[in-house]
């Protein structure tokens, strides 16, 4: 596996694969790299030809008070992981060459990315879609595959790929849970024993919501005020929110209808947490 740490040579590299007239699938990470993150890898190597991925944790996309400084970095195992499941070029570049001095533009996505997680935490999607988009840049992949699991991320990215024309398909990829239900994430190792134990409440909270969806209950209001029964009653957890909205507007929806997406986000400890499923 080649690892490229700059941006002009990044560039250069990817020119020469699609020159062959070969599909490039990109995989963007932040290291830390889970199942959830190598079943992305899987899929895209079975849809192209070339898989090419990134580890880079951006500093852009943290707000002042949150994990930037203590994000799990294990990029030595996490290139062990890639080179195992085939990806041929990595691109690892620092804060500094990604961000250079003077750096002034920034991408936001009004509206899709004020919601959820972009109004509980202000201008993360503006740092994600910032960083996404000079990635696509970057690499200028075929097809770009993320996960389920940040559903709204990908809500927000979608709108920014069709309103600036980037060439690219937008593949998302189920979410990967451990066999307890918890939904993998890099976040989880700050989790303690117990807060884990604590943090499978949010599964079961959409395993109720599920449940009551498939008895016939559509209503949104009566689907949330049965999952805040069980998050409610979980000991450790703090909910941000818990909703069922549209799964590309991630407007609120008074049923959970077809293309609707149920999603929660809750505080286990001093770890923020989300999951969710479509509906349909």
Known sequence: MRVVNSVGEMQRVCREIR????????VPTMGALHEG????????????????????VNPLQFGPEEDFAR??????ADCGLLEAEGVEVL???????????GSATTVTVAGVGDRLDGASRPGHFTGVATVVAKLFHVVAPNKAYFGQKDAAQLAVLRQMVRDLNFDVELVGCAIVRDPDGLALSSRNKYLSAGEREQALALHRCLLRIQESISRGELESAALVRGGMGVLGTADGVRVDYLVVVDANTLLPLERADAGGLVAVAAYVGKTRLIDNFLVG
């Open 19 to 26: 020159a062959g007239g070969r599909v490039l699938g990109f």
């Open 37 to 56: 993150h190598l079943s992305l890898v899987r899929r895209a190597r079975t849809e192209c030809d070339v898989v090419v991925a990134s580890i880079f």
């Open 71 to 76: 994000y799990p970095r294990t990029f030595e």
């Open 91 to 101: 691109f690892a570049p620092a804060a500094a060459e990604m961000y250079r001095e």
